[in-house]
């Protein structure tokens, strides 16, 4: 099974991150940071389990951020988890997007928090 730990570390520390964030950092543009990411890992789930057209995720407000963030980097991890199985070795081809995932939320979370 593919060891999806690093992407739920990362995910958790931004979202937690995220949500003790004051209103003002948020307004700043650390939500509409954290959207864009939550956004683009939902997206990528949804193609992992062969969505033909994925869906948007929905702007629900700057305090909502962390929890979209955490539900779109878990959505994400089991996506890839389930692609491993799939896959004829077992982890080849997951791999490599779970490292790519990783450095987008440590992006992500650099970008937002400076």
């Given amino acids: ?3 999806t730990s690093p992407l739920d570390a990362v995910v958790e ?7 003790a964030a004051p209103q003002s950092r948020l307004q700043r543009g650390a939500a509409a940071e954290a959207l864009a990411l939550a956004r683009e890992l939902a997206v990528r789930a ?25 539900v779109a980097g878990a959505d994400l991890a089991e996506a890839l988890r389930q692609a491993a199985r799939s896959a004829p070795d077992g ?3 997951p791999s490599g997007d779970l490292d790519e995932a990783v450095r ?9 928090m400076r």
């Avoid at 700057?62 to 979209?68: C, E, K, Y």
């Fill in 1 to 3: 099974m593919l060891d």
């Fill in 13 to 19: 520390r931004f979202a937690d991150r995220l949500r």
């Fill in 46 to 70: 949804q193609r992992l389990e062969g969505a033909a057209e994925p869906r948007e995720m929905p702007d629900a407000g700057i305090f909502a951020v962390g929890d979209q963030v955490a």
């Fill in 91 to 93: 982890t080849a081809a």
């Fill in 104 to 112: 987008l939320v440590e992006q992500a979370e650099i970008r937002a």
